[in-house]
């Protein structure tokens, strides 16, 4: 098969700089990695610095006001932030969106991370693509009916568009600055229109990713009435006792260029993205159930744009969410998809990481796409945990994958190592 790298598909993307935090301790990606690769569940009891599970908790998901679980992945220092090292007065800080700061501190993260220097990125035609969520701050700024505290930061400081224009206002980054909300998805839908402003030249270099913290209690109330949430607190992704999804903070972004802008510039590679898409589930029975005919035809077709089959992939790092009616649609998508093309005996595995740190989101699929480049990077994939028995809805001994349950070697190959993130 002709390489997708050198002939006249579409110019592939560098990831040459990563910054995050996950829960665990995972102050950045190197912290990340480690906790992968030793299978530590980082979710654990909700800490009273976010708020009071003793007051608002229960078993009970239909008791009015409540929520369940109790449990869920929060990073460390989601509060803590140096204005002055990004020109920013403690007043205006005070009003600033923690998933704002913490953007801030990832993004500069990520460009050192990739060797580059913010100050002589300045002015340039850097783009910022930031997938979005939930707003607590605004909630909790907003809380107060007689508006004594708004103040003059206070919009600037809520508004959702200030997680990527806050990154390109300090940076004085010139190239596109969008903030975006498709739910899970938000995050990676920010790399694909990373990739697609870096291929038209509107970017030299761009900075993609997601945010989620959690400071109130609201959203988790609502989720848990959703019946979306797990009333044990764990997540057990493809899991027979899997019953939801635990909510979890992430701040995840990845640096960017054109891949032989990267090679030319002696950029470092993580990994290289040859192909993204987007598409909708569109009408199935619910707004929130997923359709596996939607997301298989979104692999065939991301894959035909590579230049291979899905056969020819590797590892797929899963949404896996760890619900009772989704992970099983997305498990039949898979088996359908990457069937198509695949050698006898060819080796595929599915994990998910957010069996490790929760669901975090609107950062969910930046996490799991750091994972995947990591992954490709090091040869290594890190055990799925959680699992104890493969739901009955999932038939894996027909499946053309499998779950690697310990630290597996990546799979024996020719030509280029693949991935799906």
């Not at 950045?28 to 990695?33: E, L």
């Not at 999804?245 to 701040?251: N, P």
């Not at 997301?295 to 056969?311: D, F, K, S, W, Y």
Request: hydrophobic residues 40%; glycine residues 12%; aromatic residues 6%.
């Amino acid at each position: 098969m002709t390489d997708p790298l050198r002939s006249g598909y579409p110019e592939k993307i560098a990831i040459i700089g990563i910054g995050c935090r996950f829960p665990g301790g995972a102050s950045d990606h190197r912290a990340f990695w480690r906790n992968l690769l030793d299978g530590k569940d980082c979710v654990t009891a909700t800490p009273p610095d976010r708020y009071d599970v003793t007051a608002l908790g229960s078993r009970d998901q239909a008791k009015p006001g409540r929520l369940v679980g109790g449990r869920g992945g929060y990073i460390d220092g989601f509060d803590e932030f140096d204005p002055g090292f990004f020109g920013i007065s403690p007043r205006e800080a005070h009003h600033m969106d923690p998933q704002q700061r913490k953007m801030l501190e990832v993004a500069w993260e990520a460009l050192e991370d990739g060797g580059q220097r913010p100050a002589e990125l300045a002015g340039r035609d850097v783009g910022v693509f930031v997938g979005a969520f939930t707003l607590d701050y605004k909630i909790l700024q907003f809380a107060d009916l007689r508006f004594d505290t708004l103040a003059a930061h206070t919009a600037t400081g809520t508004m959702m568009t200030m997680v990527s224009n806050r990154i390109s206002h300090c940076f004085d980054f010139r190239g596109p600055s969008i903030s975006l909300d498709t739910a899970c998805s938000s995050s990676l839908v920010a790399v694909h229109l990373a990739g697609e402003s870096l291929r038209r030249g509107e970017s030299s270099l761009a900075l993609a990713g997601g945010v989620l913290l959690h400071m109130a209690p609201q959203y988790t109330i609502a989720e848990t009435k959703g019946g979306f949430l797990s009333t044990e607190g764990r997540s057990r992704t493809f899991d027979a006792d899997a019953d939801g999804y635990v909510r979890a903070e992430g701040v995840g972004v990845v640096a960017l260029k054109r891949l032989g802008d990267a090679l030319r510039d002696g950029d470092p590679v993580h990994a290289v993205i040859t192909a993204t898409g987007v598409n909708q589930d569109g009408r199935t029975s619910g707004i929130t159930t997923p359709s596996a005919d939607a997301q298989a035809a979104l692999i065939q077709r991301v894959c035909a744009e590579a230049g291979i089959t899905p056969g020819d992939l590797q590892y797929v790092e899963a949404h896996g969410t760890s619900t009772p009616v989704g992970d099983p649609v997305e498990a039949a998508a898979l088996a359908r998809a990457l069937a198509v093309g695949r050698a006898p005996g060819a080796a595929c595995w599915v994990g998910s990481v957010k069996a490790n740190i929760g669901h975090t989101e609107s950062a969910a699929g930046i996490a799991g796409l750091i994972k995947t480049a990591l992954s490709l990077e090091h040869g290594l994939i890190p055990p799925h945990i959680n699992l104890e028995r493969v739901s009955p809805a999932i038939d894996l001994a027909a499946a053309p994958f499998d779950i690697p349950t310990r630290v597996t070697p990546w799979p024996a190959h020719e030509g280029r190592a693949r991935g799906r993130g």
